[in-house]
């Protein structure tokens, strides 16, 4: 298996694929208020990202509330109302992770009897630069 692509060059080559497809895609009609607009919304349409672009695309996501190590004989014990301390305080944000990279933190909310994540800061690159 030294060979089999890792999770980041799969996704850098989803990328490629997709930005491919934009260029050689044919252009669209531009709706009649944009010719209007003068040509503006044309190119900001261009730029626009397209999600259908990427339909069918599994990504597995997981937000992380926290992490502890504990001993296996602990682990075993674990049951009904057990209690599992995290290294993390009950306000430090969550951790959002798409594929093992992560891409952003938020705080995590409660909305219509769901748990959900708010987004605070988006990981912009590998090297940890954030974005608020």
């Not at 190590?69 to 057990?82: F, I, N, T, V």
């Amino acid at each position: 298996m030294e060979n089999a692509p890792t999770e980041n060059e799969t996704l850098d080559s989803i990328l490629r694929k997709v930005q491919a497809n934009t260029a050689t895609a044919a252009p669209q009609q531009p709706p009649f208020d944009a010719v209007e607009a003068g040509g503006e919304a044309v190119e900001a349409d261009a730029r626009r990202p397209r999600p259908d672009l990427l339909r069918g695309v599994h990504l597995k996501v997981r937000a992380e509330l926290g992490r502890t190590r504990m001993l296996l004989k602990d682990a075993l014990q674990l049951g009904p109302g057990s209690i599992v301390d995290l290294e993390k305080l009950a306000e430090d944000p969550v951790d959002l992770y798409v594929n093992e990279l992560l891409i952003a933190r938020g705080e995590v909310m409660v909305v219509n009897d769901s748990f959900c994540i708010r987004i605070t800061e988006v990981i912009t690159s590998a090297l940890g630069e954030e974005e608020q």
